[in-house]
């Protein structure tokens, strides 16, 4: 057997909407206050798309500014995986219209599906092609405008979400001193119940009764999606660091899901991780799904931690649920 190739995140590019919505906003529009919500979930303000501004129009912004930190051309490019809940539209996919917008001439791709598990599964995905030599250059993609599907009257779920995006390139690494180490993902479709947006699909069908149900909206069991986010995620990394024959103080970078900072620290707390290896950004964005990730790993090279050859190791629980642990050297 030929051995597989080892891929690495060659450039990285992020993208929120100017708009904010900040706590104060939410106190005038929901039963809610600012020390709430800082206590319970971290959160001070996030970002908010404009009317018309779609998640492949945050997902081409992101994309270009990682091909511009990269000095390549869209044309470049040759595949597309975009991770998101809140696709432009059913079909096409998202990926169709960012490889137009973008002028990606070269490039096919497709959808993924994984809720807050997107931005990592893309990864993998687009690890992938690489490995097997298919390809040579892969846009991964984690972008999602939650405020099309939040329902602003709602206060446990209003506060908490907001929108952005993050592309990673992918290319063949040079050597095993860089790139994509390991991962462990995990799906458990039990868990579908509590974090979900029932209506607009094939069971039921947008109609004046899935509206007036509120349907269009997600809708979350707190408490359920916190004791697995935190169960979970804590024994994959922990799984994932022993058989690659390392301990959570071994760690430089911690990158998690960006969903409540409680859920964060416990997590922190259970794999033993040096305090400054977190990555925490939950406070300037909320919870923007498929886009945390990538924006963390931006907020993480921003304060100079995230450098070439640290050890890092994404963290994500979501919808699904999905969950993913995924260990790599950052390669630039
Ligand atoms: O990214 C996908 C994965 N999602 C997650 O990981 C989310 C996981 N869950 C959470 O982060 C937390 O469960 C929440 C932030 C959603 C909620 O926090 P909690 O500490 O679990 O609160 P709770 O749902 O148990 O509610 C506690 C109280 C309730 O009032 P009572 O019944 O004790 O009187 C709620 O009605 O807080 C109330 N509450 C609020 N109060 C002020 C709920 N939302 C709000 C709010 N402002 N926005």
Redesign the pocket.
């Not at 929901?30 to 206050?33: E, I, L, S």
């Given at each position: 057997m030929t051995k597989a190739i080892r891929a690495k995140i060659s450039a990285l590019g992020t993208y929120v909407p100017p708009r904010l919505l900040t706590n104060a906003d939410l106190e005038r529009m929901?039963?809610?206050?600012n020390e709430?919500?800082m206590t319970?979930?971290g959160i001070r303000e996030r970002h908010i798309a404009e009317k018309g501004v779609a998640t492949s129009d945050l997902a081409v912004e992101a994309s270009r500014k990682a091909l511009a930190q990269r000095g390549m051309e869209p044309s470049q490019i040759e595949a597309i995986v975009v991770g998101t809940v809140t696709p432009d539209m059913f079909f096409p996919s998202t990926a169709c219209i960012v490889q137009n917008k973008l002028g990606a001439k070269g490039a096919w791709g497709f959808d993924l599906s994984a809720?807050?598990s997107a931005f990592v599964y893309s990864v993998q995905v687009g690890a992938q092609f690489i490995a097997s030599g298919a390809h040579k250059r892969v846009l991964a993609i984690g972008s999602d405008v939650m405020s099309s599907i939040i329902d602003y009257t709602d206060?446990?779920t209003c506060?908490?979400f907001g929108d952005g995006a993050g592309a990673a390139i992918l290319e063949p690494a040079e050597n095993d001193s860089e790139g994509l180490i390991d991962f462990i993902h995990e799906v458990d479709g039990s868990g579908g119940q509590f974090?979900y947006m029932p209506g607009g699909g094939s069971l039921h069908p947008t109609s004046k009764d899935t509206i007036a149900k509120k349907m269009h909206y997600v809708h979350?069991d707190?408490?359920q999606?916190?004791k697995f986010?935190v169960r979970k995620q804590t024994e994959l990394c922990l799984k994932l660091l022993e058989r690659n024959g390392l301990k959570g103080s071994d760690v430089d970078v911690f990158i998690p899901?960006q969903?409540?900072l409680r859920?964060i620290n416990a997590t922190a707390e259970r794999l033993g991780l040096r305090a400054e290896s977190v990555i925490v950004n939950i406070d300037r964005y909320g919870?923007t799904?498929a886009g945390t990730i990538p924006l963390a790993m931006n907020t993480a090279m921003e304060e100079g931690k995230l450098k070439k050859g640290s050890l890092v190791l994404l963290a994500s629980?979501?919808?699904g649920f999905t969950i993913g642990a995924t260990l790599l050297r950052w390669a630039f």
């Open positions: 929901v039963d809610t206050n709430w919500i319970r979930v809720a807050c206060r446990a506060v908490i974090l979350q707190g408490q999606v916190f986010a899901h969903a409540n859920i919870n799904t629980v979501g919808a």
